[in-house]
């Protein structure tokens, strides 16, 4: 059941929110060789979100920096960076924009289109209010959690290698983890 009329957060208040990039970040995970995950992460370079007094309303734009990709590994995130994934050099941030936000059975979900590579497809991000708060030097903060997952190949990286025991080295579906804070703009 989907309920898009309206939605009551405690401690919510409507106005434009900046991320605070010290206190957020970007992860992802991805099935290495069949049997474990490779984790990474990006760094973000702007996110705001306008809140109009219904939180469905919202609006949400976001930019990560690829070139910023880091798994812990050098070889491996040049070779992201490369035209074999991100071709950070000719693309070099992920983008998102909402389309709009929806309770469905309970859960608060922001629909958009992400970019990457120059390719835009609509997402889902379920999204989890962590709370609200002003911190000791009088700046009204929120944190959230928002989690999707997504086919990589369908953002054209498509790029992966055989396995002698069979299967592939890299899998095809990307869960990507939000972690932000931010804070209310003062007039």
């Not at 469905?56 to 490369?82: C, F, I, M, Y």
Request: aromatic share 8%; proline share 4%.
């Amino acid at each position: 059941m989907t309920d898009t009329t309206t939605i009551d957060v405690p401690g919510y208040k409507a106005g434009t929110w900046v991320l605070d990039p010290a206190h957020s970040e970007v992860t992802f995970s991805v099935r290495h060789m069949m049997i474990s995950k490779v984790r990474g992460t990006f760094g973000m370079k702007s996110a705001t979100l306008v809140a109009p007094e219904n939180p469905l309303d919202a609006q949400v734009e976001a930019s990560v920096d690829v070139t910023s990709v880091d798994t812990k590994d050098e070889g491996r995130d040049n070779h992201l960076r490369s035209g074999d994934f991100f071709d950070a050099e000719n693309h070099p941030t992920m983008e998102f924009r909402s389309t709009g936000a929806r309770i469905a059975d309970g859960d608060f979900l922001v629909d958009g289109d992400l970019t990457i590579r120059g390719v835009t497809k609509p997402v889902t991000f379920e999204f989890e209010f962590g709370g609200f708060g002003t911190d000791p030097w009088g700046n009204y903060k929120a944190g959230a959690t928002a989690k999707t997952v997504v086919n990589r190949e369908d953002f054209g990286l498509t790029w992966n290698a055989a396995l002698e025991t069979g299967g592939v080295l890299v899998g095809k579906d990307v869960t990507i983890t939000l972690e932000l804070q931010g804070a209310l703009q003062q007039d």
